[in-house]
Each structure stands twice: as C-alpha cells, then as structure tokens.
C-alpha cells in the first residue's frame, strides 16, 4: 500500500500547522531550503496553501519560490486571492508562464488578470499557445460571472460516437482532470446536446451509440450570468457540474461544484460584511486607507443621519430642560428600536435572498413582523417600567408614558426594518448593503421623534 | 433525442414559478388533480419542492399528497425542513414508510428523527428491514455531525477484488446512485484501506487487483466531528465526497458535496442572524410565540445594558442641566461608536472563521484596527466639527469637545470591536453570537462614559 492515510482530526492537523508555522519561519531565517522542501514534500497542496497563506509577506514569497512548478500549480488556487497577486509581482514573467502552464484555465486567467499588462503579456506570449487563446477569451468575462468561473476543458465526443469512444476519451484525458463528472455530447459545430455520467460508460455495451447514455435533465447556463446565480441553480439542482453555452447553445466550458463552493462562502460572508457597512470584501493585508475609505461610506451616512437626530432632539430643548429625566432614556429607545428593527430587516433580507418570488409575500411578512413586535413591545415594556419604576425615583406616569413609547417605536422599527429591504428589492437595489444604513439611522430619527412627542404631549 | 433540454435562464424560472403557483393554487380549488399533476410531471423535482415550499400550508399538502411515492422521495430532500415536518404528520404511516423506502439513508433519518416517536417506530417497522437498521444507527448521532449527515449506503469492493469486480459492483449499483465518486476499498473487516476514482476503473486493466488504482490521499473523518468542521475540511481539499469511519477505522457512511453545500449555506446565514441575536434559525411558517422568544434575549441585553447608560447619564444630570446641548449629541456618539465597533468585530469574526491560528495575529490585527479607527476618528471629527459649527449656534470650545469625545469613542469602540470575538473565542464561546450584544452595549455604556467624563472635565 503507498497511499498515505491522512486522519484528518480537525484538531491535530492545526496544531501541526501552528508548530509548523513557527517551523517554517525559523527555517527560512536559516535559509534551510532542503528542510523546507521535505516538510512540503509530505503535505497536501491546500496545507502547504494554508502555511504560506498564514507566514509574514517576505517568508510567503521565500517559500513559494522554493516550490517546483507542480506543486506550484496545485498550491495557487487555494492561496489567499489578495497574496496571491502580491507573490506573483515578485516573480519573473517565466516563472509565472512554468506555473501558468500547471493551472487549469479558470484558476490561469484569474493569475493573468491580476498582472500588470506588460507582465501578462509577457506571460501570455511564453504558455501553451491553446491555454493562451483559451485565458484570453476567458478573460473577456467579468470575474463574478459563470463566463469568470468556467473552466475551458472538458471531455467531449461528437454525437456520432459509441460508447468506447468515449471510454478512450476519458483514458486519454485522466491524467488532465482530477475529477470527471460527466463527459459532454457535441455536435459537429460544437452546439452541446447532452451529458452523460461517467457511471453510464460502464453500464452500457461498448458498441452502443453515446445518445443511449444521454442524462435526462440538461441544465446549462449561459457566461453572463451572475455566479451568485449560478450557486443557486446548482444547490438547487444538487448539481456536480454545469456546462456553459452560447447564445447558440455552442459549449464554452464547465463549472464544477468546488469553485461554486467557494463562491457560496465569500457571498454569505459578504451579506453580513454589507449589514456593518463594509462596502467591500477587506483582506488583512489591505493598506489602512484602503479599509479606511472602505468603512468610511457607512459612517458618513451615520453622521449625517444622527445630524438629524441631534436637530429633533434640540426642537425638543424645552422638554428636555423641563424633564431632564428624559434624556436619561434616550439610549434606551434608540438601542431597542435599533434592534428590533435590525432583527426584521435581516430576517427578511435572508428570506428574499435570491428568491424574488417572495416578495407577494411582502404584506404577509409585515403583518408577522408586527405581531412579532406588538409581543416583543409588551415584554420589553412591562421589563423597562418594573426597572424604572425600581433603579430611579421618578413618577409612575414618566414610566408609563416612556413604556408606551418603546412599544410605539418597537412597532415602528419593525415596519421599517420588513419595508426597507422588501422596496429596496423591487428598485432594484441590493437590500443586504442599503438596509443597514436607511433603516438603522431612520429607526434613529423616528424613535427620537415619537418618544420626545408622546412625551411632550403627555408631560407638559 | 429524448431529453428535455432545460435551458435555466434564471428569470425565466422565477417567471413561471410565479405563475405556476396561482395556477397551482387555483387548481388546487378546483381539486383538478389530473392537471396539477400533468403540470408536475414536466417539471425537476427541485421545481416542486420550491413549489410546494410557497403554497399555503393545506393547498402544500393537498399537493403533496397527489405525488407518486417515488417523485415524492426527490422532493423530499429538497423541502423546507419545517414544512417536511408538518406535511409528514399530515400522512398516514404507510405512506410515510412508502415515501422513506425511496430515500437515501441520510434524508431517510432527518424525515424519522422529526416524526412524533410512536409514529417513528410504526414506520420503522415497514419499511425496508435493511434500511430500518440503517435508520436506527443513524438516529443515534446528532444532526450537525458528520454521523448525521452521512449516507450508510456506498459502492466498495473487497481488497482482493478486481478492477473488473469493481466495475460490475458500480453496474449492480448504477441505479441506486445519482452520483458514483468513489468506490471504497474495505479489508475483511470493513476497515476502510482506500478509494478509487470511477475514470480509475477505464484506465487500469480489468484483471489488475483494485488497489492498484487506489488514491494517494486519503481523508476520511469520524462521526462525532461537527458539521461545520466537515465543510471546512471539504472545502480545503476540495473533496466531492469523504468517507466517515468509526475509531476502529471501519467504514460507516460517506457524505456527498451536496449535502455539505447546504450546510456552508445555513451556516454562512447563521452568522448575521447570531450577529443581529437571533439565536436560532428563524423560518417564516414558525409561529409568533416562537419568533418573539427567539429574538428576547438580545432586546433583554440590549434592555438592561442601556439601564446601565441611563444610569450613567443620570449621574450627570448636573452637567446635562448645565449644558443641555450635550444631550443632542447622544445619538452620533452612540451610533459612531456602534458602527465603528460592528464593522472592527464583524471582520474580527470573519477572519477567525473556523481558523484557530489566527488568534496568534490577535494583536497584529488590533494594532491594524487601531490605525483604521484613528484615520477614521479624524475624519469623522473634521465633519462632525463643520456641520455642528454651522448648523448649531454654539460655541467653538464646545464643537471641539465633542469631536474629541467621538475620537476618543471611535478609537475604544475598535479597541472593543476586535478584542471582544477573541476573548470570546479564546474561552470556548461562539463569537458570532455573543460579540453583538456584549459589543454593542458595553460601546453604548463607555461611549456615554467618556463622552460626559471630557464634557464634565473641559467644560464645567
């Protein structure tokens, strides 16, 4: 037996990678290249990814270069996206064409598009003539859509092909792909027709034309579509594979379910990145202005907004000077309706997520959202009068009429926090980055507005 | 050519969803059942658990009823897991046991392990007698384990065999499986030796014993180890499938890539639902009661944290009495300081995803954070400077005291932002869950701090 059986016990592998760690940077101080080639020699390429994702910017670069070109290949896809273009600045154009030459030609137009012009030029000139006709129509293709993720080789046969043939094709291109999920049926002017399973080549008689092994469901897409699109057609359909055709259903490539895995992750984190106001994915290794002017949009709206609160809030200068007690609470009823109305609004984002057809359920959301809040108002009010009718000295009809104005705003910021995201949607606006914003500082504005009324109403 | 080529253009899926759902759900008035069910019968199964996922709760199980037993085993797996369970206790045992008998094991037991028990076991004891004790081992495991995810079925082969024994096991089996990644190659003892890819068996001469063909890497986990962690480990080694053997190294279930796409989804999610305190995974058919207790404990947080900033103003009522200005600036010191704290944790938290030996960089990453927060303070004063110095008649003295104040505050809430995930980490506790509410209101309580602490200290 010559596999290496590999236990992944979670917590083993990164204890050994924190050792590591602090191994591998002590070898590069040493300059312990061969040291450092046996340690790599013995892990997969996503852990020797995740060592050089983790080490300091000039250990990163040291110890990639001590990579052949193989392994080399195998380790780029998994490298940290923003490392991964600093490390290729420091190579020379033929080193990166050697590794360019290793990647399948997804992750190779991802490497070139991140190259100053002149360097990718240069790279472009020195690969494989095929895979660099092949990067330079892929890269044509905005990288969030299937066109930016779909891979330009795949295993095909003509239509007039049996079943051995198709069986020769998969041996001659084994050694290419890791995986073969399906070998794609074309016709002689390369218009897709059907796919068949890898499983169907050994369960039909050699001789058999391919079309008895055609699948029976053809799910394609075509290149423009947005990946976060192309995650839901394939979680949807359980799908391993897709292919991706022309308007003229001609066949450019295929995605595969690894690369959507990852596109499923990043664009999950960034819906709860886009609720705090970062209006863009950060990385650790961007500059301070970079996170800086990334954070600042957010704020900016913040300070403005609660401009306006300081403006309601000076209208009501009278009452607060005759009732200083008031301004005690302002706190409260800004926290409660901020939440409530955050509460609403992430759960209805989360809800609609891709899925338009939810929105005719808009009124229906509401009208749950506003039982949920007329209970939640109740409790939180009945909590707040037995603590101030307790904590501060103060008259039970204050208490009363600050209780009936958390409610008031617990309502309030609950329709806000369902309407928000709901119209943002049907304008067309993204509801996960603007509903932060809008509905936070308006929550704000209102909350104010309706306690210092009821208040100014009612006390004086 | 007898497929159904399904182009998905995604807008035109939406498109008819909409559609069909009122026509479905007239029909379903009508009782026409022959027609829903022609309807049905050109769509993918995925089309009608979505389907069946937006009707109302009686016309979805008036619909699903009406399917046969074994489209209504593809639906299954791809229904809301609230509805699955509610429809399920709409239906008689038999067809219950009927409908289980179709599935794969692993949905097999998330479709019992709901059923009220006496129901459980009446199904339990009709369906397949092979199956049951599939069903019963799997039971045992929690759900968000990889024991409860895995599927006890898969394709393997004795040590001993052949490549050719091995393509006639995927031939005996091509039915039972959408998908063949691997076969598994077991000892005697069904001690787990390797895995051996499908395009393996068309290269490798038929007489060549099987582990001729086997895979270098082998990664295999145990059943106790969580969901999440699963993914992860799927993810990294970008794994279609993994096999799950027990601490003797006997194989007991495999899970497939599809069943961990879903869970980087529902977890992805979970973190800005546990971010906004919604302590669990809220769905739409929950009931009001169900709702409201959800989101309770963080408006209980919020609640009794901002009675610590009411007593802390309260504590200043001389100076708010004084200087009554100092009250309208309430809002913007809370909300920057809110919102600068939220958007240090979130990428605290998203850094630290699942990846313990980032906590090493705690430091680094504070220290990053602080810079961030100092630019950002002096921006926000300049502003906050300007527009209070033209749109408020005060004095000079006093706009700057403020600015200073919101500095100082934004500068903290950072300082608060980033260390509170890793405290929380460090000690074994979710941060996602926890940092909202403990950030959010400890910034409220020493922005109000230090707010008044500098108003008190320059000013009176």
């Not at 190579?91 to 290793?102: G, N, S």
């Not at 939640?376 to 307790?390: D, E, P, Q, R």
């Amino acid at each position: 037996m010559n596999n290496k059986n590999k236990h992944i016990n979670v917590k083993d592998v990164i204890q050994v990678d924190n050792e590591l760690l602090d191994n591998i940077s002590q070898l590069v101080d040493q300059q312990a290249n061969a040291s450092i080639k046996t340690i790599f020699a013995n892990l997969h390429s996503a852990d020797i990814a995740e060592i050089i994702n983790h080490l300091k910017f000039n250990d990163a670069v040291y110890t990639f270069k001590l990579l052949d070109n193989e392994t080399a290949g195998e380790v780029v896809p998994e490298l940290d996206e923003n490392l991964r273009e600093k490390i290729f600045l420091e190579l020379e154009p033929k080193k990166i064409a050697a590794i360019v030459d290793e990647l399948e030609t997804d992750d190779a137009t991802d490497v070139v598009s991140d190259l100053p012009d002149e360097i990718a030029e240069k790279v472009l000139e020195k690969i494989d003539p095929e895979d660099s006709e092949d990067v330079k129509e892929l890269l044509q293709y905005d990288e969030e859509t299937a066109g930016g993720l779909m891979n330009s080789d795949f295993v095909f046969v003509n239509e007039n092909a049996t079943i051995a043939d198709a069986i020769e094709e998969v041996r001659k291109n084994a050694d290419e792909f890791e995986h073969i999920y399906f070998i794609y049926v074309l016709t002689n002017n390369e218009k897709l027709i059907g796919q068949v399973l890898l499983k169907s080549l050994l369960t039909n008689p050699p001789s058999a034309n391919i079309k008895t092994a055609v699948e029976e469901d053809l799910i394609y897409i075509t290149p423009e579509i947005d990946q976060e699109k192309v995650a839901d057609i394939m979680d949807k359909y359980d799908l391993v594979a897709i292919p991706v055709v022309d308007k003229n259903k001609r066949m450019l490539g295929r995605i595969t379910i690894d690369d959507i895995v990852d596109v499923i992750q990043d664009e999950a984190s960034e819906d709860l990145q886009k609720f705090a106001g970062l209006s863009d994915d950060e990385e650790f290794t961007d500059s301070t202005f970079k996170v800086s002017g990334n954070r600042l949009p957010w704020l900016a709206v913040s300070l403005f907004g609660e401009m306006i609160s300081a403006v309601v809030l000076s209208s009501y200068q009278a009452s607060i000077e005759k009732i200083i007690v008031t301004s005690f609470f302002i706190p409260i009823v800004m926290a409660l309706g901020g939440s409530s109305g955050n509460q609403a609004a992430i759960v209805t984002i989360q809800a609609m997520g891709s899925d338009t057809v939810r929105l005719k359920d808009g009124l229906r959301r509401l009208f749950k959202e506003l039982r949920v809040a007329f209970l939640n108002g109740i409790v939180a009010s009945f909590v707040l009068f037995t603590l101030v009718y307790f904590l501060f000295n103060i008259e039970v009809k204050f208490a009363l009429i600050l209780c009936l104005s958390l409610f008031i705003i617990m309502i309030t910021a609950s329709i806000i926090g369902t309407t928000v995201p709901i119209l943002l949607k049907k304008f067309g606006a993204d509801p996960a980055i603007a509903t932060g914003p809008i509905s936070q500082t308006s929550n704000d504005i209102l909350g104010l507005l309706i306690y210092f009324s009821i208040v100014t109403l009612f006390l004086l």
